[in-house]
């Protein structure tokens, strides 16, 4: 079955640790995009990558950092940097057709204490 | 400043009846409007789409209705079901940063038995 698969589904970190969210699809999609989604907020974009060695920031890039070193594979790092590190995060990926939906992951929930 | 408004929190009706979702919109060069459906630690699913040559688009229960006048648009859920409760996000492609989408901060559906 193709899909986008986020490892692990929870993930605990100390403040002040750099942590790493795995996002890998299957689906031969060009682009890839990271979002994060907190309570009562709707989703907003961290970072995305519409080929691969190419990314781009979003509208909240602050703390994290991408690479898209390969077309299936888009790791997201929270750095000790980002403020508020605690949320949902959701992978995402499109083809590079105009208006096509995105197919989104099933998310890390991270806790940072 | 928020420009994809989805006003109504959360929303419920009695199964067997129709669910109307709301979603405005700001900016009037936004042309093409998706609506994903969202259950608790899942990815959002893709649900149905319009773009702004049409008023209307239909699949199975779910109607988009789109009134560019007003920059409003609506889902229908008709009939409801229980299967229908989730939280539901209405997105705006927005061409100024490369076709990335702008959600809304969602709404609750919850349907009664």
């Known amino acids: 079955d193709g899909g986008i698969t986020q490892s692990p589904k929870y993930l605990f970190r100390k403040e002040g640790q750099n942590v790493t969210l795995s996002c890998e699809q299957n689906l031969n999609h060009d682009a890839m995009y990271w979002y994060r989604q907190d309570p009562g907020q709707g989703l907003r974009l961290i970072y995305y990558s519409q080929i691969v060695n190419d990314f781009q920031k979003g509208d909240i890039a602050e703390g994290y950092s991408v690479s898209r070193e390969k077309k299936e594979s888009f790791p997201l790092t929270v750095t000790s940097a980002q403020k508020n590190p605690t949320a949902f995060y959701l992978c995402a990926s499109s083809i590079r057709e105009i208006n096509s939906p995105l197919h989104f992951g099933n998310g890390t929930r991270l806790t940072v204490t | 400043d928020q420009q994809v408004k989805q006003n109504s929190p959360s929303l419920s009706v009695q199964e067997g009846r129709i669910s109307i979702l709301n979603c405005d919109y700001t900016?009037?060069?936004?042309?093409?409007f998706l609506w994903y459906k969202k259950y608790p630690a899942e990815g959002p699913t893709f649900l149905i789409s319009i773009s702004s040559i049409k008023d209307k688009n239909e699949d199975g229960r779910f109607t988009v209705f789109l009134n560019k006048s007003a920059k409003h648009l609506s889902l229908h859920i008709v009939p409801s079901q229980p299967g229908d409760s989730a939280v539901y996000f209405c997105?705006?492609?927005?061409?100024?940063?490369?076709?990335?989408?702008?959600f809304g901060k969602g709404t609750k559906l919850s349907v009664k038995p």
């Open positions: 900016n009037s060069m936004f042309d093409y």
């Open positions: 997105a705006a492609v927005d061409w100024r940063s490369q076709g990335n989408l702008i």
